[in-house]
């Protein structure tokens, strides 16, 4: 019966259609529904032309079968991290990082609250991060799966994410900076993950501007990371003191390059603003000098240094003092020219690629020719703080020019290199030379081809672009703005993500869909084969701390659940399985403590169980297997009716329960 009915509307729908289809061709217009099972002819009544097609066909990820590389974005203002699955572009999941998010009740139980409290500066809770540049943990160079990295700019702090369940497990806070940039990078084997500095300030305490000299400063943190702990160590840890230029991005050393890190700067100037008092504003006084400096850091010095103990101890964290740097060989300068952004290490690490945003050339640097330098010391002088600089002619390979505004570059496995070009709005493909000409069999330092984006473009990810053995065939441009590309959605726009293919390095570059970006603006991303990510799809036993990674100490399973009361603290034991919280009713006096750990018992993949208390500000995200926790005062009285808030069954809307507080 129920069946017939079905198939009566679905005649009668269809005959709707049919009838708009008519008259939408009787009026001659585009735009009526399309009736047609032909796909050409339904891209005829769309308007698609065959690129079109073929942008669809390339993108269209039919239900339930998965995308071939997952992207990991930076979620910008939102604090977050952005899963997206290419190249169909669905966004697969937002992790919660430096933000509470309700969803994955990331923020609201006792165990994720204490890991957003890892990142609170001098005791002050920060609730939002910027987020710009992810980093995926690497093996001999390789993107190896296991973890993510990402840094937040505007407090300078960085956090580590577990991909066998994409939570984030760590935050660390840079106890000497409240602003970085250059991060985050691993080095080739996850050893460190490097976090560079921003606006320089004193690492300590209070200096007026004109001490900005003498106590100002930059830094770089490197940052040491335990892969079998699956979390950085501080005390292990330290900073390499700079001068107060502003660093900006970095990149680790691969392959040759191995041990060394690369860093930019943007005010050698050390202009300190101050327009209101007739000083050049900050973006004029630092720009003057036609050159910055790309710091070269010897990484394994470095660390021998500190392990020799060569270190000061500020604030409880060790700094590799400036002075012994530049004397010990740690350190060198290259005059980059001014206000360069990217700095890119080609995937053999031969060639480093610098882009400035007020330069129209990319300046490609060669990592012998910085060793010949250094061994025969061709300096072109030292800089204030003492630190050589080696000649520019000496240590460079070669400048091209690649348009307006060029920002950062990715390479792909065929020796072309993928350039930003932000007042362009277009990516530009180059050819890499020295031994990767006979890979391409063009002429090497060449532009090749260009592509249009739309708009702004800052960075793009090429597919696994940034590690030794990239993919190519896929390049995301991660535009700033969107202008006209989507539907009017008032003055503030989303973003836009364009995927473009870039798996024909003889012919041109297509652009093959736009995806907008609506929580923040997203700055860095990296794109790693699905095949390399192993997560779980339920915890590996009921009773788990995702937190620890291990079974929580309050993991409860059927028949053990409880209330129990001691002095003024009331501590339950429950356990959610579809369709019931059990216990259903929880009574305590007003100002009570309560103590409430959920153990999820499902073992079945998706089955899980949210819970919201109302009036107390908490939700859970309970997934199969794991125990949360929320913990407060019971400082209003009345009745709270909590519930699930994931649609788990037929009978979710019964899964609910009594918090009964007494006056
Ligand atoms: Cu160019 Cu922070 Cu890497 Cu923005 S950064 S684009
Ligand atoms: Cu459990 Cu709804």
Same mark, same amino acid.
């Given at each position: 019966?129920?069946?017939?009915?079905?198939?009566?509307?679905?005649?009668?729908? =269809?005959?709707?259609?049919?009838?708009?289809?008519?008259?939408?061709?009787?009026?001659?217009?585009?735009?009526?529904?399309?009736?047609?099972?032909?796909?050409?002819?339904?891209?005829?009544?769309?308007?698609?032309?065959?690129?079109?097609?073929?942008?669809?066909?390339?993108?269209?990820?039919?239900?339930?079968?998965?995308?071939?590389?997952?992207?990991?974005?930076?979620?910008?203002?939102?604090?977050?991290?952005?899963?997206?699955g290419i190249p169909s572009m669905r966004l697969l999941k937002v992790i919660g990082v430096f933000t509470p998010e309700p969803w994955q009740g990331w923020g609201f139980s006792k165990e994720t609250r204490e890991v957003l409290a890892q990142g609170n500066y001098d005791g002050k809770?920060?609730?939002?991060?910027?987020?710009?540049?992810?980093?995926?943990?690497?093996?001999?160079?390789?993107?190896?799966?296991?973890?993510?990295?990402?840094?937040?700019?505007?407090?300078?702090?960085?956090?580590?994410?577990?991909?066998?369940?994409?939570? %984030?497990?760590?935050?660390v806070k840079n106890p000497l900076s409240l602003s970085d940039h250059g991060g985050t990078f691993v080095t080739p084997n996850t050893e460190w993950v490097i976090e560079g500095g921003q606006y320089a300030a004193p690492f300590e305490g209070y200096a007026s501007l004109d001490q900005?000299?003498?106590?100002?400063?930059?830094?770089?943190?490197?940052?040491?990371?335990?892969?079998?702990?699956?979390?950085?160590?501080?005390?292990?840890?330290?900073?390499?003191?700079?001068?107060?230029?502003?660093?900006?991005?970095?990149?680790?050393?691969?392959?040759?390059?191995?041990?060394?890190?690369?860093?930019?700067?943007?005010?050698?100037?050390?202009?300190?603003?101050?327009?209101?008092?007739?000083?050049?504003?900050?973006?004029?006084?630092?720009?003057?000098?036609?050159?910055?400096?790309? @710091?070269?850091?010897?990484?394994?010095?470095?660390?021998?240094?500190?392990?020799?103990?060569?270190?000061?101890?500020?604030?409880?964290?060790?700094?590799?003092?400036?002075?012994?740097?530049?004397?010990?060989?740690?350190?060198?300068?290259?005059?980059?020219?001014?206000?360069?952004?990217?700095?890119?290490?080609?995937?053999?690490?031969?060639?480093?690629?610098?882009?400035?945003?007020?330069?129209?050339?990319?300046?490609?640097?060669?990592?012998?020719?910085?060793?010949?330098?250094?061994?025969?010391?061709?300096?072109?002088?030292?800089?204030?703080?003492?630190?050589?600089?080696?000649?520019?002619?000496?240590?460079?390979?070669?400048?091209?020019?690649?348009?307006?505004?060029?920002?950062?570059?990715?390479?792909?496995?065929?020796?072309?290199?993928?350039?930003?070009?932000?007042?362009?709005?277009?990516?530009?493909?180059?050819?890499?030379?020295?031994?990767?000409?006979?890979?391409?069999?063009?002429?090497?330092?060449?532009?090749?081809?260009?592509?249009?984006?739309?708009?702004?473009?800052?960075? =793009?990810?090429?597919?696994?672009?940034?590690?030794?053995?990239?993919?190519?065939?896929?390049?995301?441009?991660?535009?700033?703005?969107?202008?006209?590309?989507?539907?009017?959605?008032?003055?503030?726009?989303?973003?836009?993500?364009?995927?473009?293919?870039?798996?024909?390095?003889?012919?041109?570059?297509?652009?093959?869909?736009?995806?907008?970006?609506?929580?923040?603006?997203?700055?860095?991303?990296?794109?790693?084969?699905?095949?390399?990510?192993?997560?779980?799809?339920?915890?590996?036993?009921?009773?788990?701390?995702?937190?620890?990674?291990?079974?929580?100490?309050?993991?409860?399973?059927?028949?053990?659940?409880?209330?129990?009361?001691?002095?003024?603290?009331?501590?339950?034991?429950?356990?959610?399985?579809?369709?019931?919280?059990?216990?259903?009713?929880?009574?305590?006096?007003?100002?009570?403590?309560?103590?409430? @750990?959920?153990?999820?018992?499902?073992?079945?993949?998706?089955? %899980?169980?949210?819970?919201?208390?109302?009036?107390?500000?908490?939700?859970?995200?309970?997934?199969?297997?794991?125990?949360?926790?929320?913990?407060?005062?019971?400082?209003?009285?009345?009745?709270?009716?909590?519930?699930?808030?994931?649609?788990?069954?037929?009978?979710?809307?019964?899964?609910?329960?009594?918090?009964?507080?007494?006056?």
């Amino acid at each position: 019966m129920k069946r017939h009915t079905l198939r009566g509307l679905t005649g009668l729908a =269809l005959a709707a259609l049919l009838l708009i289809g008519l008259i939408g061709c009787q009026g001659g217009g585009q735009t009526g529904a399309v009736v047609s099972e032909d796909p050409m002819e339904i891209a005829r009544a769309r308007g698609l032309s065959p690129a079109d097609v073929v942008a669809a066909v390339k993108t269209y990820q039919p239900t339930g079968t998965y995308d071939e590389y997952i992207m990991f974005a930076s979620g910008g203002h939102s604090g977050q991290v952005l899963v997206i699955g290419i190249p169909s572009m669905r966004l697969l999941k937002v992790i919660g990082v430096f933000t509470p998010e309700p969803w994955q009740g990331w923020g609201f139980s006792k165990e994720t609250r204490e890991v957003l409290a890892q990142g609170n500066y001098d005791g002050k809770e920060l609730t939002w991060g910027d987020v710009h540049h992810p980093a995926l943990s690497e093996t001999n160079g390789d993107y190896d799966g296991q973890f993510l990295f990402v840094n937040e700019k505007a407090n300078a702090r960085v956090a580590v994410i577990d991909l066998r369940d994409f939570e %984030t497990k760590q935050i660390v806070k840079n106890p000497l900076s409240l602003s970085d940039h250059g991060g985050t990078f691993v080095t080739p084997n996850t050893e460190w993950v490097i976090e560079g500095g921003q606006y320089a300030a004193p690492f300590e305490g209070y200096a007026s501007l004109d001490q900005y000299k003498e106590k100002y400063r930059g830094l770089v943190t490197f940052w040491k990371f335990d892969r079998e702990r699956g979390r950085i160590i501080p005390e292990q840890s330290f900073a390499l003191e700079l001068p107060p230029y502003w660093q900006d991005l970095c990149d680790a050393g691969k392959q040759v390059s191995e041990g060394w890190v690369f860093c930019n700067s943007f005010n050698t100037e050390m202009a300190t603003g101050g327009v209101e008092k007739g000083n050049p504003p900050f973006e004029a006084g630092a720009s003057q000098r036609d050159m910055d400096y790309l @710091h070269v850091i010897n990484l394994r010095k470095a660390v021998e240094l500190v392990e020799a103990g060569r270190t000061r101890t500020i604030k409880g964290f060790k700094v590799l003092p400036l002075d012994v740097a530049a004397a010990e060989g740690v350190l060198y300068f290259i005059p980059e020219p001014k206000s360069p952004h990217g700095v890119d290490v080609s995937p053999d690490g031969n060639y480093l690629v610098v882009s400035g945003k007020l330069d129209p050339h990319a300046t490609i640097y060669n990592f012998q020719k910085i060793q010949d330098a250094i061994a025969n010391e061709r300096f072109s002088g030292r800089d204030d703080y003492g630190v050589p600089i080696l000649d520019f002619d000496a240590v460079v390979e070669t400048q091209i020019e690649l348009g307006l505004g060029p920002l950062h570059t990715q390479f792909d496995p065929n020796g072309y290199a993928y350039t930003s070009l932000f007042l362009e709005s277009a990516v530009v493909r180059w050819t890499l030379g020295g031994p990767w000409t006979e890979k391409h069999g063009r002429d090497p330092w060449t532009v090749v081809d260009k592509v249009s984006v739309h708009y702004n473009i800052g960075h =793009l990810a090429v597919a696994e672009g940034d590690n030794v053995n990239p993919d190519g065939r896929y390049l995301v441009a991660m535009n700033k703005w969107s202008v006209d590309r989507f539907a009017n959605v008032g003055p503030l726009l989303p973003q836009n993500f364009q995927l473009i293919d870039i798996g024909n390095p003889n012919g041109s570059m297509q652009l093959l869909y736009d995806m907008p970006i609506a929580l923040g603006e997203p700055h860095y991303a990296q794109i790693i084969k699905a095949d390399k990510l192993q997560p779980w799809e339920v915890y590996p036993e009921v009773g788990w701390d995702p937190t620890t990674q291990s079974r929580h100490p309050a993991a409860t399973r059927p028949g053990e659940e409880r209330i129990e009361r001691r002095g003024n603290t009331v501590e339950i034991w429950m356990t959610a399985t579809r369709s019931h919280f059990t216990p259903e009713h929880v009574e305590v006096r007003k100002g009570d403590r309560v103590i409430w @750990h959920i153990t999820n018992i499902e073992r079945a993949r998706d089955a %899980t169980h949210g819970f919201a208390l109302p009036g107390y500000n908490f939700n859970l995200s309970i997934e199969p297997g794991e125990t949360a926790t929320i913990e407060f005062v019971a400082d209003r009285d009345g009745v709270f009716a909590f519930y699930c808030t994931e649609f788990c069954s037929a009978l979710h809307l019964e899964m609910a329960g009594y918090f009964l507080v007494r006056p």
